[in-house]
């Protein structure tokens, strides 16, 4: 399989300020990635899909202002929570696919994002 | 609308039970469906990956079945154990690579 690679995997934050997650694919060309958020005891959520090279498409709901989605290359995708609140606290995770991974995504260990 | 349902959505059982985790997706044109598990503030564990041509996969003490034509998979574990404890998730995945997960069933497994 595909080995993903999240950082950080865990970051509180001052409320107003922003944080950046990145989601590294480490053995292939990642096409497309995926963020989801998961809220405590919920199921995940997806929140947009990034392909390589073009701007992300949000889901319902999902604000692209506050959530910046960066797919520059083929190996990296970046999630930035500009001016997080409290309530941006949650498990954010991302996965990849690509060519040659028959159907088959890879999700990241998750990063957990705590805004006090 | 693709959805995924779990049930339960919590389960305790002592140790040593065998045990069946439920899963149903209303749309059944999926790619592939995928067992994960997960522990309490931890990232995913992809346990089993069942394609859709496929109807069932197996893993140790854990085998996932898929009926395409009813919606349904089951995640079968065997001879439970403590270290089994954690929230499972059931996720289908559909054109485009985009991946709906049912909302999991927490297991506690009791020494």
């Known amino acids: 399989g595909a080995v993903v690679s999240q950082h950080p995997s865990w970051v509180i934050c001052k409320s107003g300020t922003s944080v950046k997650i990145e989601c590294r694919s480490l053995?292939?060309?990642?096409?497309?990635m995926f963020w989801y958020r998961q809220f405590p005891k919920q199921s995940l959520m997806l929140m947009a899909t990034?392909?390589?090279?073009?701007?992300?498409?949000?889901e319902q709901g999902v604000e692209k202002d506050k959530f910046l989605i960066n797919h520059a290359s083929l190996t990296l995708s970046t999630l930035t929570v500009t001016s997080a609140h409290p309530e941006d606290s949650s498990f954010y995770i991302c996965?990849?696919?690509?060519?040659?991974?028959?159907?088959?995504?890879?999700f990241g260990q998750g990063t957990r994002l705590t805004v006090v | 609308k693709q959805e995924v349902t779990q049930i339960p959505a919590a389960l305790s059982v002592p140790e040593g039970e065998n045990l069946v985790l439920n899963c149903s997706f209303t749309?059944?044109?999926?790619?592939?469906l995928q067992w994960f598990r997960q522990d309490p503030g931890k990232g995913l564990t992809s346990l089993l990956l069942?394609?859709?041509?496929?109807r069932e996969q197996t893993s140790g003490r854990l085998n996932a079945s898929l009926d395409k034509s009813s919606g349904r998979s089951t995640l079968y574990i065997a001879a439970s154990q403590p270290g089994d404890s954690a929230t499972y998730l059931c996720?289908?995945?559909?054109?485009?690579?985009?991946?709906?997960f049912g909302a999991g069933t927490r297991l506690f497994v009791k020494a």
């Open positions: 996965s990849v696919t690509g060519r040659g991974l028959n159907t088959e995504a890879f």
């Open positions: 053995d292939f060309q990642a096409t497309t």
């Open positions: 990034s392909n390589e090279g073009s701007k992300a498409t949000y």
């Open positions: 749309d059944s044109a999926i790619y592939n």
């Open positions: 069942i394609q859709s041509s496929q």
């Open positions: 996720a289908c995945t559909y054109g485009g690579f985009k991946t709906i």
